[in-house]
């Protein structure tokens, strides 16, 4: 039983090398580690494009009071002077963290793109995988049946030629001895 058992695994075995199932799984896996890769790049990109809009909208912002302050610049007091200065103070740090955020969405759409590339490498080698194991399949079911049906002939063939003229034989020996008594 035992022997049996070993037998029958590693005939699965092979045939899941034949067939090519065991490459299936690993390209399915794969297929859903790049899969899952993708989606992240596409929720971090989401989240730095908020980022870098809340930024460009914090310094058109800065930029609007600022311009509003220089159409009256005649008419300035010491606190527009300070204000100013804070506000020119502010759009530079605006400006800086405005490049940063850009520079990190440019990046991460660079990490997103690449990353839908493998992905849609992944699954086009999964199903040229499957294309083959479907292949595979088909070649092994046409082996065995051309198998089965020779097998079936040489069993015909073997009753017809041996058993047949044996089986004759006996018939005729009986038929013989019943008619000799």
Not at 98 to 122: D, F, G, P, Y
Request: charged share 30%; hydrophobic share 40%; with cysteine.
């Amino acid at each position: 039983w035992r022997r049996a058992k070993d037998l029958g695994a590693n005939a699965k075995s092979w045939l899941s090398d034949f067939t090519g199932y065991e490459a299936i799984e690993k390209l399915k896996t794969d297929e859903s580690n790049h899969h899952t890769a993708f989606v992240r790049a596409k929720e971090s990109l989401k989240e730095l494009q908020g980022g870098y809009e809340q930024a460009v909208g914090k310094r058109e912002n800065t930029q609007m009071q600022l311009n509003s302050l220089l159409s009256r610049r005649l008419e300035w007091t010491s606190k527009d002077t300070g204000l100013f200065a804070e506000l020119n103070e502010q759009d530079i740090l605006l400006k800086a963290a405005e490049s940063r955020a850009k520079a990190a969405l440019e990046e991460c759409m660079e990490q997103m793109n690449a990353s839908q590339t493998n992905w849609l490498r992944a699954v086009e080698q999964h199903r040229k995988q499957e294309l083959a194991y479907i292949e595979n399949s088909r070649q092994l079911g046409t082996y065995a049946s051309l198998a089965l049906l020779s097998l079936n002939t040489v069993l015909f063939a073997a009753n017809f030629l041996v058993l047949e003229p044996f089986k004759d034989q006996r018939r005729l020996r009986r038929f013989q001895e019943v008619t000799h008594r």
